[in-house]
């Protein structure tokens, strides 16, 4: 595990700044989060001196993101620091015992998942075979959560989103979705969505229709 240590900083407009050196940090980095605040990540050898000028060049962009985030959920309920670190719990408990069902079932193999809280995406997957899972995720109807882990468990194969992936990906969507339709396997609730989304699927023109309908279905969906 990388070490790591760190400082606050009060900004008067923007509040507390967190400043944290790691071993793993190549370059100064700044990361604005709209539940977890403002943070800058140091080189473990750079002097926080630097790293205050270097959050100071840039203190105009921080600001303006804050802003677009502000307006962004402006109707979404930000959860408390408890309330995430219950969805934490539940995402460790119940995200890798399905991400390894679903690539059991599929064939794919993967070096290690963790839970991420991401304010940008879902899910990730690195060159190394790692998958990164946002906790995010058990917010989400079983439908969609599948969708979230299928496609990254596809990215192991495939690393962009080029035809072959998006062949792999419909592939498997397919399989699962008619799995999820069945009520024997799935609660009631689960199997009817599943249909309706089959049926969006069916009925449209798109290259990959299911990818299409539950790309479009997700995006009801803001991660917080």
């Known amino acids: 595990m990388a070490r790591t240590e760190g400082k606050i900083y009060v900004d008067p407009e923007i509040g507390e700044v967190r ?6 940090s190549r370059s100064i980095g700044i990361r604005v989060h709209p539940v977890k605040g403002v943070s800058v ?9 630097v790293a ?9 962009w921080v600001l303006e993101t804050m802003a677009r985030q ?8 930000i959860p408390s620091a408890d309330e995430i670190e219950t969805m934490r719990k539940r995402a460790r408990k119940e995200l890798p015992p ?3 069902e679903l690539a059991a079932r599929y064939s794919f193999s993967y070096n290690r998942v963790a839970i991420k809280h991401n304010a940008s995406n879902w899910g990730s997957c690195s060159t190394k075979g790692n998958i990164n899972l946002n906790l995010n995720i058990v917010r989400l109807p079983k439908v969609l959560q599948d969708y979230v882990l299928l496609h990254e468990l596809c990215h192991l194969r495939h690393p962009d989103h080029g035809h072959a992936f998006h062949l792999l990906l419909e592939h498997v969507l397919t399989d699962n979705i008619l799995k999820l339709m069945d009520s024997s396997d799935s ?4 199997a009817a969505l599943a249909g309706g989304l089959a049926r969006k699927a069916a009925a449209s023109k798109a290259k990959y229709p299911l990818d299409y309908v539950l790309t479009r279905a997700i995006r009801q969906y803001r991660v917080v």
């Open 70 to 77: 502000k307006e962004r959920f402006r109707d979404v309920d």
């Open 187 to 190: 609660d009631p609730e689960t």
């Open 41 to 49: 990540s140091v080189p473990y050898i750079v002097p926080y001196s």
């Open 98 to 100: 399905r991400l390894a």
């Open 52 to 60: 205050l000028a270097f959050f100071q060049s840039r203190r105009g």
């Open 19 to 24: 400043l944290r050196k790691s071993l793993r």
